[in-house]
């Protein structure tokens, strides 16, 4: 019942920003972990961010290595919305990006991807000059 529509891909150079957008609709948006995940060709889906519910207000975020320090994820549960703001973009970044549910915990760990129930079509991300 959750649907899951991502936005804001596009192509850019080495070291430019791209905003992703994810928009959700469907169930209690709030009470979701969220999280980011991407793929590219001939590799396997690889875990980008994930922002976790804890209740009342309060939410934790995680990164990879590969991209800390350089993205920030977030959410507007007003909007029902979780973003990707992507910063000094390299070429291994080239991936399809997709946004990703969790709600009903599976107790793999946010990193997982098995831990989401549902998934977004995703958006194409290109870093090339």
């Known amino acids: 019942q959750v649907q899951l529509v991502e936005s804001g891909g596009g192509l850019v150079q080495p070291g430019g920003s791209l905003r992703l957008s994810c928009a959700a609709s469907?169930?209690?948006?709030?009470?979701?972990?969220m999280g980011w995940f991407r793929q590219a060709p001939g590799k396997e889906r690889q875990f980008v961010a994930a922002?976790?519910?804890?209740?009342?207000?309060?939410?934790?975020?995680d990164y990879s290595e590969s991209v800390k320090g350089r993205f920030t994820i977030s959410r507007d549960n007003a909007k029902n919305t979780v973003s990707l703001q992507m910063n000094s973009l390299k070429p291994e970044d080239t991936a399809v990006y997709y946004c990703?549910?969790?709600?009903?915990?599976?107790?793999?760990?946010?990193?997982?991807?098995?831990?989401?129930?549902?998934w977004g079509q995703g958006t194409q991300v290109t870093v090339s000059s």
């Open positions: 922002i976790t519910w804890r209740g009342g207000f309060a939410y934790s975020a």
């Open positions: 469907g169930g209690t948006f709030s009470r979701y972990s």
């Open positions: 990703a549910a969790e709600t009903s915990p599976a107790g793999l760990g946010p990193q997982n991807s098995h831990e989401y129930d549902y």
